[in-house]
């Protein structure tokens, strides 16, 4: 079972800024990497995902990078807002204890919390 | 709307009791997950199911047992081993097959007193 690292825990950005949140794992079933955003007292809601043979993916203001040789990929928000304000988590799949294809379970980060202020 | 509904959102109990914790959904996904949030400690898988009428166990199973006997159902019973139960509990469906959206519900928090 793999551990995903993230950093940073907590982050602090004034509103126009850049957030840059980074993920880090160490094997991984197969190239899907999410990203999903939660506000308090509510579940996580996905943000944007990353699928296999692309490097790159931008939704808007919310951008992934992902370097497969590094094992490593990261969330940029663009333009930072205080409805971002929010705890982010990104997360990799391991292999499922069921045979087929999409057997697996998510493991996730331990979270940034992202605060932007005006 | 479809959906995945936790219950209740608030729940207190005494140290020592057995408590059983409801996630329902409509969305007719196969695959169905309980995570525990504590503060810092991210998301920890408890259980997950595929299909009905099994289920397996994620990192953190000691102290939680699961039922899947309805594909909707899949409700997370809390029980007096468990030795630090105090949580924000998450339940969560996907469609199975496919590397797709994780669809989370509410949440469910409870306290033990």
């Known amino acids: 079972q793999q551990q995903v690292k993230q950093s940073p825990q907590s982050l602090i950005v004034q509103k126009g800024g850049i957030s840059i949140i980074n993920c880090a794992y160490e094997?991984?079933?197969?190239?899907?990497f999410p990203w999903y955003q939660q506000f308090p007292g509510k579940g996580p809601a996905l943000l944007i995902a990353?699928?296999?043979?692309?490097s790159e993916k931008k939704e808007g203001r919310f951008t992934i990078s992902f370097n497969k040789s590094a094992k490593q990929f990261s969330l940029h928000i663009m333009d930072s807002q205080p409805g971002d304000s929010a705890t982010y988590f990104c997360?990799?799949?391991?292999?499922?204890?069921?045979?087929?294809?999409?057997?697996?379970?998510?493991?996730f980060g331990k979270g940034t919390k992202l605060s932007v202020i005006p | 709307d479809g959906g995945i509904t936790q219950s209740p959102k608030y729940l207190f109990r005494k140290e020592g009791q057995n408590v059983t914790l409801s996630c329902e959904q409509n969305?007719?996904?196969?695959?169905m997950y309980w995570y525990r949030q504590d503060p810092g400690q991210g998301l920890r898988l408890i259980y997950y199911?595929?299909?009905?009428?099994?289920?397996q166990k994620g990192d953190i199973a000691e102290g939680y047992s699961v039922s899947r006997e309805k594909k909707e159902s899949f409700p997370l019973t809390v029980t007096s081993a468990q030795k630090n139960p105090t949580a924000f509990y998450l339940c969560?469906?996907?469609?199975?097959?496919?590397?797709?959206?994780?669809?989370f519900g509410e949440g469910s928090r409870l306290t033990v007193l």
């Open positions: 199911s595929q299909i009905v009428n099994d289920f």
């Open positions: 997360a990799a799949p391991d292999r499922g204890t069921y045979s087929g294809a999409g057997s697996y379970q998510l493991t």
């Open positions: 969560a469906s996907r469609l199975a097959g496919v590397a797709g959206e994780l669809f």
């Open positions: 990353i699928r296999p043979d692309v």
């Open positions: 094997n991984t079933a197969f190239d899907y």
């Open positions: 969305l007719n996904h196969d695959a």
